[in-house]
């Protein structure tokens, strides 16, 4: 009598033709599994729907767990119902299939294809994998040993593919529960220690990745692996990897990991390499529990020289504060640098952070005196540095051969190959093909980099780097195409590309893409074609965009502003990048127009000011030197632009945030924003990338080079001597925020805001800005009612009076500015007795009350009254006569 089949809550049948889609998740620690189902007639179905139908009906269900396991559910469903797949009679009793979920039915022999294919993994034990009541009954094996097993038979011991065959259906089963059941199984016989083959990898790494889920369950695992070593001397496949993997992504106790990393150690210690891809795989994260637990996995392995495997990937990455963290936690333990991987992290350091002492080793690799890092010793020849592997030993290293690149040539499918190799940074990649001289790599080696960065972000960012290092891409469609996707963000579209069976040359042989075409036409297989027609529209925008920056420079060269600006708002409107010269062009012409000796009108003024929005917005800022200039006019403007300078500066603000809160893990930064020591390295840049990460607050910052001391002290200067002054709203009726709202303490205001967004003000900062300040308003104060000529803000502090005036400044501040205001009482008393005599005399003097005309007048006699070479002499210092 055949057994019960299993409820239909586990068993769906439908119509061949109704199956739309089917699943089952495998979820939860606990080995809890759920079964999702869409099934019926067409149309979408709400999600756990079961529908019965024919006993020719299939099973749907599909295994979502891990791949060895994928529609296995299938098979034992359809099993179930047909007790031996040999003794179905007819064929239209076989399921129509699974399709993967798109509803397509599959023919009967390609189904029993797939069954056999499924089972060959099995071995000899095909045929029971077939049976599901036999398998089911074999599968039963307790922790106790009870009736007989084929697993008890000696002829079977140490078959790990039955084993395997019983693993996969329990788990399919029961979960995790039938994983367990399995390793009690193991552990009261003590049967099984075959570690080779694909069918062993699967079966310890099935039963691995779920015992390390459950402390008891791992330490009956550690027991087993023991038994295996000292009885057979094999070991449990890739143990320790996986057990720390799991701690570390699971983010355990760094205690608990550091010690089953110790205990693990002796027997299942990691490799050189596979400990160094461990540390790769997690060091970017930086939760503080990962980084401690890869610390001390770090601490407490054998395995050193590891500084130019994980600073140099931490750096490339945008990483700097972990990439110094773990520079001086290697160090500590002697770990130093022993080619020029590191060089690019190490000259940013001497250039950034000059004060932060290098060893010998790091001197060598970035290039500088040990000891002295603000300076450059002369630049051997890289390969001739003893105590750092040279480039072409380097190379050779690598490959095991010589490189193959002959001198100025480039060979495209092996630069990919260097450009893939997993162990090396991209950055050490392009530093060598820099050395060999060569100023172009193909379309391959691109793809090799675009590859490994993934990330559109991160792509644009080695393209710039290549750029502005003198490599260019090439004019291969191939190329073109991976830069505008990676602009555009079209992240399908480039993962498409990239990921493609199509090689580069086809997309620049028209006759391929012909017969790619025809081909498509006969399959209905479209998508290579659309990619081909996507690289097409890809190289007309990437021409469109060559030719729209060579027109926007042309027209700011000829003086029409108006056409370059339409240039570039039509160029950001469309996605358009400008490319790193224009920018550099348009920094070098605002410096030049815009300095104290020119002549700005103020239409021109405007244009400056709409121009250098359009650029900020781009990957290529303006140099900090423009943006002050363009502040200064500003500030300085007659017209009053006070509220434009303050739209400016927060613009400029806000732009440096989003680029710290975004994905790219670099900055871009003028050559004429960046240490000298980076410029060394290639006069030519226009930019030079450094980490995102570069704070804030340090001295060459962006930020930090704009809102110098200098333009601060400016901004308070302006904003007291503004021509329109906005009056305040009493609190009652407005909360007072922007600059604007402040008065004559919107200087202040904007200087708090500076302050709020990074911009240092130090203790010596502050006694300086409330020094300025406080002169301002002594001195508009201790003058009594000014004369006609004072300025607006000088009449309205008048009027408001000491107190009400250091209280609008404190809360422009944010916080207490000015001294107490008995002090500032005493200090309006003191200029008062001091410099109201003085302003008296100046206006009951000799000229005073007399016309311009008069004044002239005596001017001219009293010059005459001179002796005539005392004249000429004043003359002369007045540049008047030669």
Not at 216 to 243: C, I, N
Not at 295 to 324: C, F, I, M, W
Request: aromatic share 8%; net charge neutral; with cysteine.
């Amino acid at each position: 009598m055949r057994a019960a089949a299993r409820p239909l809550r586990q068993v769906a049948y439908c119509h061949g033709r109704g199956l739309r889609a089917h699943s089952s998740l495998l979820a939860g620690q606990n080995g809890h599994r759920k079964h999702e189902f869409r099934i019926g007639g067409p149309g979408p179905q709400p999600l756990g729907s079961v529908q019965s139908g024919s006993s020719n009906a299939a099973v749907a269900l599909r295994s979502r767990g891990a791949d060895d396991l994928d529609q296995a559910e299938f098979v034992d469903a359809w099993l179930e119902r047909h007790t031996d797949v040999h003794d179905a009679k007819d064929d239209s009793n076989l399921p129509a299939t699974l399709d993967g979920g798109h509803g397509l039915p599959m023919s009967v022999p390609s189904w029993k294809k797939q069954l056999q294919h499924r089972v060959a993994r099995y071995g000899k034990w095909q045929t029971l994998a077939t049976q599901y009541h036999e398998l089911k009954r074999e599968a039963d094996i307790s922790g106790k040993i009870g009736p007989p097993r084929l697993v008890d038979d000696p002829a079977n011991v140490n078959d790990i593919e039955l084993w395997h065959a019983i693993l996969n259906f329990r788990y399919r089963q029961d979960g995790y529960e039938g994983v367990s059941g399995v390793l009690e199984a193991l552990r009261v016989r003590k049967a099984l220690w075959q570690v080779e083959g694909p069918s062993a990898a699967a079966f310890w790494d099935t039963i691995l990745r779920e015992a390390v889920l459950d402390n008891a369950s791992l330490l009956s695992v550690w027991e087993y692996a023991e038994w295996m070593y000292e009885a057979h001397g094999v070991r449990w496949p890739k143990l320790q990897e996986t057990v720390l993997s799991s701690f570390i992504t699971r983010k355990i106790s760094p205690a608990e990991a550091i010690s089953w990393h110790i205990r693990l150690s002796p027997n299942y210690a990691l490799d050189a390499h596979s400990f160094t891809d461990l540390l790769q795989r997690f060091i970017g994260d930086p939760d503080p529990v990962v980084q401690e637990i890869l610390t001390g996995l770090y601490q407490t392995s054998k395995h050193r020289q590891l500084y130019d495997s994980l600073v140099p990937q931490l750096y490339a990455e945008g990483n700097l504060s972990l990439a110094r963290a773990w520079r001086f936690r290697l160090l500590v333990y002697g770990d130093n640098p022993s080619s020029f991987a590191a060089r690019p992290f190490l000259r940013f350091m001497a250039g950034y952070f000059p004060r932060v002492y290098m060893n010998h080793n790091e001197s060598l690799a970035a290039g500088v005196t040990e000891g002295t890092q603000g300076v450059s010793k002369p630049k051997p020849k890289l390969a001739e540095i003893e105590g750092v592997g040279g480039y072409r030993q380097l190379i050779n290293r690598i490959h095991g051969r010589t490189f193959g690149i002959k001198e100025k040539t480039y060979n495209d499918t092996l630069g990919a190959r260097w450009f893939a190799s997993s162990w090396i940074s991209v950055d050490l990649a392009v530093d060598v093909v820099r050395f060999l001289g060569l100023d172009e790599i193909g379309p391959l080696s691109l793809q090799s980099i675009a590859l490994r960065e993934g990330h559109p972000d991160r792509i644009l960012d080695r393209i710039d780097q290549l750029e502005i290092s003198g490599i260019s891409i090439g004019e291969s469609s191939y190329a073109k195409a991976i830069r505008h996707f990676a602009t555009m963000d079209d992240r399908e579209t480039l993962k498409d590309l990239l990921h493609s069976d199509l090689h580069p040359d086809v997309f620049e042989n028209p006759d391929m893409q012909k017969e790619i075409l025809r081909m498509a036409m006969r399959t209905g297989d479209w998508a290579p074609y659309r990619l081909v027609l996507s690289v097409k529209l890809a190289v007309a925008l990437d021409a469109l965009a060559l030719e729209s920056n060579r027109l926007a420079l042309e027209s700011l060269e000829a003086g029409d502003y108006q056409m370059t600006i339409r240039m570039l708002g039509d160029m950001q409107r469309r996605g358009v990048q400008i490319l790193p010269s224009t920018s550099d062009i348009i920094s070098v012409h605002m410096i030049a127009m815009l300095g104290p000796h020119k002549k700005v009108t103020e239409p021109l003024l405007d244009h400056y000011v709409i121009l250098s929005r359009l650029v900020m917005a781009t990957r290529f800022p303006l140099a900090t030197e423009a943006l002050k200039v363009l502040l200064h006019r500003l500030g300085t403007s007659k017209e009053g632009r006070l509220e434009e300078l303050e739209r400016v500066s927060l613009e400029i603000l806000e732009r440096y945030d989003t680029v710290r809160n975004s994905t790219r893990p670099t900055l871009n930064v003028h050559r004429f924003d960046v240490p000298d020591l980076l410029k060394e390295d290639h006069d030519y840049r226009s930019f030079e990338l450094v980490p995102r990460e570069l704070s804030l607050r340090h001295d060459l910052h962006p930020i930090q080079r704009i809102f110098d001391r200098a333009l601060r002290r400016d901004i308070i200067h302006w904003s007291f001597k503004a021509r329109h002054v906005h009056r305040p709203l009493p609190n009652s009726a407005k909360n007072p925020q922007q600059p604007i709202d402040f008065s004559f303490a919107r200087g202040i205001r904007l200087l708090a805001i500076l302050r709020d967004h990074g911009v240092v003000f130090d203790m010596d900062d502050v006694k300086e800005l409330r020094r300025a300040v406080e002169l301002h308003l002594v001195t508009a104060l201790a003058l009594g009612s000014p004369g006609p000529g004072a300025s607006p803000t000088s009449r309205w502090i008048a009027q408001v009076g000491l107190e009400q005036a250091k209280a609008l400044c404190d809360e422009a501040w944010g916080k207490e500015l000015l001294s107490p205001l008995s002090n500032l009482e005493e200090k309006v008393r003191a200029m008062a007795t001091d410099a109201r005599p003085k302003l008296e005399a100046k206006r009951n003097g000799p000229w005073n009350g007399l016309d311009p005309q008069e004044r002239q007048i005596r001017f001219v006699q009293t010059a005459q009254s001179r002796p005539m070479w005392k004249h000429m002499q004043h003359l002369q210092k007045k540049g008047k006569i030669a």
